[in-house]
C-alpha cells in the first residue's frame, strides 16, 4: 500500500460500503466495480466490510482482486476463539485480501492465531485500538493503550483510530512510535475533517459515504484526496 500511495500521492483508502437495494446480485457487483475502476487513481486501497461481503459472498474480494490493482483491506473486526479466528484470516487471503482488521479484546492468543495465518501467507493484520463512533469511548477508548501494547507486540501491521478524535490519534502515535501503522475511519459522514488524523500521526484515512454516495465518486476521491494533501501542504 505505501508503494500505490507514493504513486497515486495519496493517503486515501476507499471504504466500498455500498448496500444493494433494487439491484440483482451480479449487477450490484458490476455497480461496486464500477465505482471502484473511477476512483482507483486517487485511492492507496480499498476496504471491504462485512456487510457488503455478506450481500456478495467473497466473490466481490476475488473480483477486486483479478480486475483492480488495489490492496485490499477485509474488514472484518475478527473477534473469535483463536482457530476460527484464524480460519477467518485464512478465508479472506484466499479470497485475494491483503490485509485483514481485527479487534484485539479477545486476548493475544486470537490476535496471535491471525498472524499466524498472515505469516503463512505474507498478509497484514491491522487491530481495533480505537473506535470512531461516539459508543467507542465507552469501552474501547479506555482500554486502546492495552491494545496497542498486545498489536506492537504480537508484531501486527498497524492499528484502526478514530479519525473523529484526532487528539486519541495523536496519543496512539505516540504509544506506537514507527513499529505500526494506523489508519483512521470517520473522515466525513462521521465528522472526521479530511487531513487532520494524518497531522496527528496517522498513515493513512479511511472515507466511505462521501465518495460512494456521490454522484460522481471519481471526482469526489480526487477531491478528498487532493484537501488531504493541501492539509499536510498547511501544516509544512
Not at 476463539?81 to 484485539?104: E, N, T
Not at 488524523?197 to 465518486?217: F, L, M
Request: some cysteine; proline content about 4%.
Amino acid at each position: 500500500m505505501e508503494r500505490r500511495s507514493q504513486e497515486n500521492n495519496s493517503r486515501l483508502v476507499f471504504a466500498l460500503d455500498l448496500v444493494r437495494k433494487e439491484l440483482n446480485k451480479s449487477d450490484f457487483v458490476e455497480k461496486c466495480l464500477n465505482i471502484l475502476e473511477k476512483t482507483e487513481l486517487y485511492i492507496a486501497g480499498v476496504k471491504i466490510g462485512y456487510p457488503l461481503v455478506l450481500d456478495t459472498d467473497l466473490e466481490i474480494i476475488s473480483k477486486i482482486s483479478e480486475v483492480n490493482n488495489v490492496p485490499i483491506i477485509a474488514d472484518f473486526k475478527i473477534a473469535d476463539v483463536p482457530h476460527i479466528s484464524k480460519q477467518i484470516a485464512k478465508l479472506a487471503f484466499k479470497a485475494g485480501a491483503d490485509a485483514v482488521i481485527s479487534h484485539g479484546f479477545t486476548g493475544d492468543d486470537s490476535l496471535g492465531a491471525i498472524i499466524e495465518a498472515c505469516e503463512e501467507e505474507n498478509k497484514g493484520v491491522l487491530v481495533v485500538s480505537n473506535m470512531s463512533h461516539p459508543g467507542g469511548e465507552m469501552f474501547i477508548q479506555p482500554m486502546s493503550e492495552k491494545i496497542l501494547n498486545l498489536a506492537k507486540e504480537a508484531k501486527a501491521t498497524g492499528i484502526i483510530g478514530p479519525a473523529t478524535r484526532p487528539e486519541q490519534v495523536e496519543k496512539l502515535r505516540k504509544k506506537a512510535g514507527e513499529e505500526l501503522l494506523i489508519l483512521t475511519p470517520g473522515i466525513g459522514a462521521q465528522g472526521g475533517r479530511p487531513g487532520d488524523a494524518i497531522k496527528n500521526g496517522a498513515d493513512y484515512e479511511i472515507v466511505g459515504r462521501a465518495i460512494y454516495q456521490s454522484e460522481s465518486p471519481g471526482k469526489s476521491a480526487e477531491n478528498i484526496r487532493d484537501t488531504i494533501n493541501e492539509t499536510l501542504k498547511e501544516e509544512d
